[in-house]
């Protein structure tokens, strides 16, 4: 069974950094996609960022660029999101996903999930 199990999300002040984990199982890690969504309270679900197969690509919202990195340890079957210079506005539940075929901003074409991880960011 395909597993996800996202970790590292905390309590954490303005300017502050965090380092997300998916901790992947269950399916041939190094042929998918994978992408990092949070949702906001009160918010609709949002693309955060997402990465190629290998980890040579990788793709993110306009709103994080440049405070988050993407990365992938495929020997591990890891993912991971380093998260810095946290603003309030990036409070949510972070979660990750897979998918083969492409990368994509679109959360509703991943079909592998996890349960997420909560990050709160004070002011």
């Known amino acids: 069974q395909v597993q996800l199990v996202e970790s590292g999300g905390d309590l954490v002040q303005a300017g502050g950094s965090l380092r997300l984990s998916c901790a992947a199982s269950?399916?041939?890690?190094?042929?998918?996609?994978m992408g990092w969504f949070r949702q906001a309270p009160g918010k609709e679900r949002e693309f955060v960022a997402a990465i190629t197969r290998r980890g040579y690509d990788r793709d993110y919202a306009d709103s994080v660029k440049g405070r988050f990195t993407i990365s992938r340890d495929n020997d591990k079957n890891a993912l991971y999101l380093q998260m810095n210079s946290l603003k309030p506005e990036d409070t949510g539940v972070y979660y990750c996903?897979?998918?083969?075929?492409?990368?994509?901003?679109?959360?509703?074409?991943?079909?592998?999930w996890g349960q997420g991880t909560q990050v709160t960011v004070s002011s």
């Open positions: 996903a897979a998918r083969t075929g492409a990368w994509s901003r679109v959360g509703g074409l991943y079909p592998y």
């Open positions: 269950g399916l041939n890690f190094n042929t998918h996609f």
